[in-house]
């Protein structure tokens, strides 16, 4: 149950089987400096390309093709007092016949007051001056090694993880993702010091962070990243349109309704019917992200 | 401002443009029977044939094309102790190499506890003993008549409303709808005592409502419907698949802020991309209906 | 089999069910005159407001609900010397970052030379100088009642027909319609001098038309819409995206391999899987149109 | 301008910057032996596990990231004298409410009479005893490889090519790909003897072949593939849906009809409209293919 420090000196912008930076048990924690989406670190200096430059790959002990990693979210503090978003909306969530009235894409700075708990624009326009929402950290982009031996780009996401954007992977959240190679090989990185629904800017508030995160190596098989916060369990699926998505997190939910909580198929849909909430991760990047959401208090 | 009862003895299919059952003035509250998705009446009589019969239309006085009917949802009062639910998840939701894994398709009968404010099902299996979800009523199928003498199917949804099978349609919702014709022609019916998002098994729990709802009309001009809870507010956009339905909604959302909230294309941008909520009203019918929601705390 | 010469006084702009224009008898044949898409007569004059009014109702005598009607293409005649186009290519064909960079739209006017058997563009730019594809007349928009007591807008298609765009809807060609309401009406209008695949312009060359069709009535019971030419059989799905628009087109061709040409799904595969050919109707109106065609050497 | 023979070794399951097998330069032709898409040799030896393993990586000596590869298929020649097919349809084609009655996933076996260039069931059921279409070699699976160090796998495709299984990679066809990396790394496989449009069994009729290919590099630059037959240029897109597909191909089609035809927006979409032809190269992988085609005659 050993605590390491991690500072990368090589990023990665695709999640496949490099070499492993570190090796760690299965119970272990990691603490590990991320950079920015554009590869801003703590000290805004660049350090990597884009997209999305990962930390890792972490090797953990015991990880076998078809177990599931679990990776619980310890925290994630913001490692700079700026973040960044892009205005306006992206191409993906407008009517095509009102893309052509967009104003042209700008960058916007964020102070991030960890004092005060919020994030400010640093210069808002007017209507915007009292703008404050919480800072509510996530990491965007995280997963294993997939199959087969193929390295995702980190702009997108797949059944391995990746570029999920999902506001709900966030500290106390325990997130479970298939197993494809020895060692799992986990990265992470692309944290946000906020985002709604959809990452509809094609960005969070983008910044550095210093992410803890706990693994544990479970002898089961899982087919879509899974995941559990305080009040509910969750599924989630990664594919466009969203219609997709939302059909590959809901058979996985069923299948975890299954084998966990003892409800066939006619008892899950009988809770699901009356309690279920689908989350839109993010619908900007190539790979659409929607969650299938169960309040646990609905399950026993 | 006068209250009106109306117990229909016809009911219909579509959405169009039939003769008026009731005039009711600006400002008028009417309070409606409605039969459930099937045709069953309060006293579980099929009196309308399928699919969800609707109650109206009603000619709100000086509605005219261009302009808003706004719809308060005052109470939905289920006006039997029963529902259904078709079981088990339908073959929107479900990953297609799933589909074929599927136990067939039943009916299922659900008890509804208005003194203790849940629903129960009459015959759960051993699992689901304790599931009792709260009553939670809601509108399935809701609109005006739509432009052009298009008379559209209450099984879907448009412009002008229909079968968006929304949760937040709930009593303390003001839902906004663009009028097409003289009088708007408003039609409601296809209550559900229950359902998660999404109408994931392809009902809610189906009864039969006692819905009072009070119209004002409203000056502007609107392109897809759009509502107000005590929270929130939020615009629908209705179509397949998943992507375009949100696509308009959140451009229908861009619009709201600009008219009414001062927020021009990029100020908009800064506050949706970072507490923007999305909800999968349907995910059944031949139109998909998404919501883009967000809290008024965050408006001004 | 009567030959009834018809002129329209007034014209539809939904496919629903109008008071027929004319009572026909199974096997007898129709000479209509229609306008174009914006409802420019022969004279060019704006006889109908838009989208695509139609000429008719036909009621079809014994034809029932359930039954199919075969409506023959016999001759489509443009009744003008000049159709028009938009351009430039429509919302929905393009990348979304590409929309940004579109030029204004604009209407052109072709001229129909009909001794030569040629469109020309009446202005054309330098590098179209040449440019004279052969005039391929087609009926845009042409169906049946919907079920229901519905009435769908002329910009879409559905089970019963409407919008399709689709190119081999041309004199040579009988198309198959399922039948919900007595007399089935029949409407038809909104014919193309010529028009490529998926009226990615968003029209075909609009003109005016005297079109020649004779009907039949089939006992038996289709889907979706079905045609004949010279070479081929088709099916044709309409919906939103193709994929569903494929979809509804391919069942449907399982459903006529295994009711006329004695192959059973597996059968049906094998031939479909080696020389199917799909078309895109059109990706522009609501529903978007998929044909499944397959030449008819391949089957007995 | 050498002619290579090679016969791979060993085979790859992604498109990725694994070391080159060959090093070629600018104009010389390969004669590469394939498996196939079960890793099935000319002797029907299992040589290579699923799925589509490839033969290369070859380098083309010259290619630089930017550059575009032209790859000319001179000859396509099966290996040996049999292949298969899975039968029924796949789960994509087909509405979701008749997979449920689909008949189980078979495999069946194919003669390749290369004498009588026809393709016939081994086992044909009596109502295909004359079903007997023509040879018609193709390549389901090449590219090069991706930017950023990726590695996709020869399960789907992307701008880089790979399992398009488009039936017009055929003999005489010449193929453009963007060069992500120097020497390009070209890889190919996963024949098919015949295959109809969207590969809608899952398969075409899959074999080993001898592939003659000759490489040039373009020092121009692409978005996505390209091809030129002797009656057409046509562009694809790898995406889903469809809809995003087509969206690829045409923005594409419209940049080449700008950079090599003198057409400005404007002038293409007037050509694209009348003549454009659109093929679903395939609706069952990861990501599907759509071409969009123009025949050389209405260009100079």
Not at 190 to 211: K, L, P, R
């Amino acid at each position: 149950m050993a605590t390491h420090r991690f500072q990368p000196t090589r990023y990665y912008n695709v999640i496949g089987t490099a070499e492993p930076c570190l090796l760690v048990a299965d119970g272990d924690t990691v603490i590990a400096q991320t950079v920015d989406a554009s590869g801003l670190d703590a000290r805004e200096m660049a350090v990597a390309p884009r997209p999305n430059p990962m930390t890792g790959p972490f090797y953990i002990e015991g990880a076998e093709p078809g177990d599931t990693l679990s990776v619980r979210i310890d925290r994630l503090t913001p490692s700079r007092g700026t973040g960044w978003t892009y205005s306006p909306l992206a191409l993906t969530v407008l009517d095509p016949a009102a893309i052509a009235e967009r104003p042209a894409s700008e960058r916007a700075v964020w102070e991030i007051d960890a004092a005060a708990g919020v994030v400010r624009l640093r210069e808002p326009p007017p209507a915007l001056a009292g703008f404050a929402p919480a800072i509510q950290p996530m990491i965007g982009c995280f997963g294993v090694a997939p199959a087969l031996g193929q390295a995702l780009s980190t702009a997108t996401s797949a059944q391995n993880g990746g570029n999920m954007d999902y506001r709900l992977f966030a500290p106390g959240t325990t997130a479970w993702l298939p197993v494809s190679v020895p060692g799992a090989l986990f990265y992470l990185g692309d944290g946000h010091a906020c985002q709604g629904d959809g990452e509809i800017v094609g960005t969070g508030i983008e910044t550095s962070f210093e992410m803890e995160v706990t693994f544990r190596v479970l002898k089961r098989t899982i087919t879509w990243p899974r995941g559990e916060t305080a009040e509910d369990i969750f599924t989630v699926g990664n594919a466009r349109p969203l219609d997709q998505a939302l059909q590959h997190a809901t058979t996985e939910m069923v299948r975890w309704l299954g084998e966990d909580y003892g409800l066939d198929q006619r008892a899950a849909s009988h809770v699901m019917g009356q309690v279920v909430r689908y989350d839109v991760g993010n619908v900007f990047n190539p790979a659409f992200t929607v969650a299938c959401r169960i309040a646990k208090r609905w399950l026993r």
